[in-house]
């Protein structure tokens, strides 16, 4: 900032710039060159994404367009974007700290790492050298994921699907594939894994303590795969879900401030657990509500992000929030009937955020 402005502390100059959306941030910087230099300076990008990250917005992803949807928890305001930067028509298949992973849907095996905000974009290699063929389908991207380390800058991308010789069911060998920024290549390996993932399982992915998380159908315990190692484990549910084996409820998996946090609707409740300690698997109960004002929608209403303050549930028309702090139940958006997939199936946990996505500005901003 400018030193010769003395009335303003600037630490308190940046905290007030830390607050504002990533857009606003970019429209000033032609105001001054310390405006141009901030949202690549790193204390910067760092202090706005802490601050951000205290209030994820909901992303959904409207498929039957080209564009996706953002909602604010504390305004409740809805933004309308697009991906028409990519010059490319994908699919949201994972998010991580601001950033998202898209698919690409007429080239079958480009993938996509992109900040929706800065319009920043880097197509990823191609994980195989072959390409896709209906005779040579040889494993299926059943799960995709995104960990994005806001510490060092640096991602992984995970493609990971059953191996599927030619008119046969899918075998019992997970292949992976593993994207590493830093080294800007993929890395392979096989595990002899048999599980079912529904398409909220496949959709809801959480990244935290190096490694990503995802919830089988059984819903006994989750499946992580340490992104250090490249190894795959199992980690206990919380202890009221696993003495109910398979009736458990409906359960999920969501991020709750960095952490692991898995929710159940049972009957009229809805628990949300939080892993406090994730050494020792130690859980702890975080809420549990009565469902009984949304009566109506209950039966419907699929967990999809929450934070501190907010907890947003999709519908097949209708996102809902309930307030942990006032105990209120709002609608924030709703969809006519003309709309062909339910909101909850394109539903992702999103912060606003500053991150680029190429290797040669990592440098530059550290």
Known sequence: MDPRNESVPEDLILQILARLPVKSLIRFKSVSRAFLRLPSDRHFVRLHHEISSRNPNLLIEL???????????????????????LADRVRIRASSNGVLC???????????????????FRPLPRARERPFTRFQPEYEATLVGLAFDPSTYEYNVVLAGFYRPFGRRPQDRLVCMVFDSAAGSWAKFVSSLCE??????????????????????ACMYLLVLDLRDLAWRKMSMPEEIAAAGGFAGRVYLLDFEGSVSVVRIYREWMSVWVLEDYRRELWVLKDRVNLRCIRGFATSAFPVSQSKDVVFLATQKKVLTYGRKDKVWREVYSVGDGCTYPLWFSAHSFTNTLFPCHQAEWSEVK
Do not use: K
């Open 63 to 85: 498929l039957d367009s080209s564009g996706f949807i953002t909602i604010d928890p504390s305004s409740l305001s809805v933004s309308r974007s697009s991906l028409d930067f």
């Open 102 to 120: 898209c698919a690409s849907v007429a080239d079958r095996g480009l993938y996509y790492i992109c900040n929706p905000n800065t319009r920043d």
């Open 196 to 217: 079912e993932f529904t398409h909220m399982n496949r959709n809801q992915v959480v990244y935290s303590t190096g490694a990503l998380h995802w919830l089988t159908h």
